[in-house]
Structures are given as structure tokens and as C-alpha cells.
């Protein structure tokens, strides 16, 4: 099972911010966040990862509370291209490494 | 880096019939990851395999399904019989993740199969 809850859908005007909110209550001390994103039937794409300290790079911002219970991506001018659904992951550890499970994300419509 | 690559891209097959996937993953990715993905479940991992050896097969749905990765370039998924609903868009990813806890996934584009 996901260990992360988030909106089903969001809206975004084009060349606004868009904030995506996740919540993570359950993760660990040593279990980092990571960001994908999937455009209409393309495979899932990575955007960003971290594990307690903000995390920017040429696509996103990544922004986790203190106590690492939520976190935020943050796509700061959004394009019509970024219209996509969002998944926020806490990697699930097993018995020989990490499975990343994907939960139902969030869809993120961004409108001119 | 040509990426993952995944053949065929899209299949359409007839009920009962064997069914094979393939996947080659990124050269020097160390993991490798099989999904579905259908309007109903969404994406669900079916199987991963580090340094070539299946470690987690709880995903696969059922006996008709098998994975293999006979070496470090190449792994396929089998449906035998194939049934109208496995229909869905597979994914292979890979990644150099194993026991680190870093490691993005690089996916593929999928294959589309169609059971009828």
C-alpha cells in the first residue's frame, strides 16, 4: 500500500505557481520523499527527491516540513505541458532493497 | 543513452494465447522493475529483480504470469494463457537502486497489450 495521501485533482492557471500538497505521516527516519509525474499514456517520469532539506532542480521545488510529515512540490510556472498526474512516494523497504508503489496521485490540470 | 527500451509497443492477441514482454534496461542499472497499469488499479508493481534475481513477486497476479532476467540487458514477462483482462499498458523500469535508499526509476514507454 502507498504510504502517502493526496488530492485527487488540482487546477492551475498557466504561468502560475503550482503547489502539490502530499501527506506522509508514517515515513521513517531514513525514507526520502520522491516526486514522478506521468504525461496522458507515457511512462512515469522522476522529478525530485529529498529527505529533510529543501531540494530544488530544473524542474521543481521539493518542500518538507520539519517534521517530515508532509511535503510540497512545487512546479513554479506552470505550463500546459505540466498538465499531468502527480505521484508523491515513500519507497516501501523489503527483504533485498526498495519498492516504489504508486498510489492514485494527483491530477494536475493547468489551464491557460 | 537510448533509455529503456520495451517491445512490442503495442500487441493485440486473442484469448488463451501466449503472451511475451520484453525489457532492456538502462546498461549499468542494477534493478529492474515490472508494472501494469489499468484505469481500475492504477499502477501496480508485479515484480522486481536486483543484480538479475527476482526478490519481490507478490505483485504477479497469478500463475499465468512469469518474469525472467537471464542477465543484466534483457528480462521478459510471460502470460500464458493470456485472458481479456490482462489487458493493460505494461511497464519495465530499471533503476540502481537495490539495498542503497536513493535511486530514481527510469521507465520505459510501455507495451499495450490487448487480450480479446
Known amino acids: 500500500d502507498a504510504k502517502t495521501t493526496q488530492p485527487p485533482s488540482m487546477d492551475c492557471a498557466e504561468g502560475r505557481a503550482a503547489n502539490l500538497p502530499c501527506n506522509h505521516s508514517t515515513i521513517s527516519g531514513n525514507e526520502y520523499v520522491y516526486w514522478y509525474r506521468q504525461i496522458h499514456s507515457q511512462g512515469p517520469q522522476y522529478i525530485i527527491h529529498?529527505?529533510?532539506n529543501n531540494e530544488t532542480n530544473e524542474m521543481a521545488s521539493l518542500i518538507i516540513t520539519e517534521d517530515r510529515k508532509s511535503s510540497t512540490l512545487i512546479l513554479p510556472h506552470a505550463t500546459l505541458r505540466d498538465t499531468a498526474v502527480y505521484y508523491c512516494?515513500?519507497?516501501?523497504?523489503?527483504?533485498?532493497?526498495?519498492?516504489?508503489?504508486f498510489g492514485a496521485g494527483t491530477r494536475l490540470f493547468v489551464k491557460a | 543513452d537510448a533509455g529503456v527500451i520495451q517491445s512490442p509497443r503495442h500487441e493485440v492477441t486473442e484469448m488463451g494465447q501466449e503472451v511475451t514482454l520484453r525489457c532492456k534496461p538502462i546498461s549499468g542499472h542494477n534493478s529492474l522493475f515490472w508494472y501494469r497499469q489499468t484505469m481500475m488499479r492504477g499502477l501496480e508493481l508485479l515484480i522486481y529483480f536486483n543484480n538479475n534475481v527476482p526478490i519481490d513477486d507478490s505483485g504477479m497476479p497469478e500463475d499465468r504470469f512469469s518474469a525472467k532476467m537471464p542477465n543484466a540487458s534483457f528480462s521478459t514477462l510471460k502470460i500464458q494463457p493470456s485472458e481479456p483482462r490482462d489487458s493493460a499498458v505494461y511497464f519495465c523500469a530499471s533503476s540502481t537502486q537495490g539495498h542503497s535508499n536513493t535511486g530514481e526509476l527510469f521507465f520505459g514507454e510501455g507495451s499495450r497489450l490487448t487480450v480479446l
Open positions: 512516494i515513500v519507497r516501501v523497504a523489503g527483504a533485498g532493497g526498495f519498492k516504489t508503489i
Open positions: 529529498g529527505l529533510k
